[in-house]
């Protein structure tokens, strides 16, 4: 199976984790991207992620696909949160679930290095001093 | 014909807007809208060939478009 979705609510990892659940697998991966308190030396409190949501969720299923395709794995999903989330809080979850290891492990990096540069996905961090400023990929460090 | 087209993120933000709606004459292309845009208030803040999506997926500034094709300007992108 394989499924992607953009989500107001707080992604519930276990859900994920249930939904790709089968007995034929030995290995299940997560990826869990969470709020950093600190970005490029400045005090972050929140960052509000904003999308063009149907262009980013066909990106981000055409992404698991070539992931599923490249490294023959079974079952991925992706959920990733759009709205002003909290330092600590996730905002992207991917599960990959497989016989194996190792396809499980490499989807998971490919899925979220493509992820971050292919889909139109948006953040604008505050910061503790209450500016704002918006983030481009160049400029953030990868999670 | 008439294209939709979409401003998101710190691009609407400078231009002031998140949506236009443009005549054009058949034929014309991605290129012709990048254009029409660049001339528009607070277009200054925008790279002169930023990337572009047509309906949902990412196309080339020589893309001819069609009638009610959806353009979108897409800021360098920052998920995950």
Known sequence: ?????????EIATQNLIAEVSESGNGAT???????????????????????YEPMAEKEILAILREASGKFSVKSLVAEHRLGEIQVGEASVVIVAADPHRAPSLDALRYIIEQLKT???????????????SWVSAAEG??? | ???????????????????L???????????DVVAHVARLPG???LPPAPLIAVNHSYASHSEILANGDEVAFIPPVAGG
Not at chain 1, 1 to 9: G, N, P, Q
Not at chain 2, 10 to 16: I, K, M, R
Not at chain 2, 21 to 31: F, P
């Open chain 1, 1 to 9: 199976m394989i499924r992607a979705a953009l989500t107001r609510e």
């Open chain 1, 29 to 51: 991966s997560v990826f869990i991207g969470t709020v950093r308190s600190l970005n490029d030396g400045r005090d972050v409190t929140a960052i509000e992620y904003s999308a």
């Open chain 1, 118 to 132: 292919r889909a139109p996905i948006w953040k604008l961090e505050h910061y503790t001093d209450g500016e704002r």
């Open chain 1, 141 to 143: 460090e990868p999670a």
């Open chain 2, 1 to 19: 014909m008439t294209v939709t087209v979409r401003f998101f993120a710190s691009y609407a933000e400078v231009l002031g807007r998140q949506s």
């Open chain 2, 21 to 31: 709606v443009l005549d054009l004459t058949n034929g014309a292309t991605v290129r």
């Open chain 2, 43 to 45: 277009a200054a803040g």
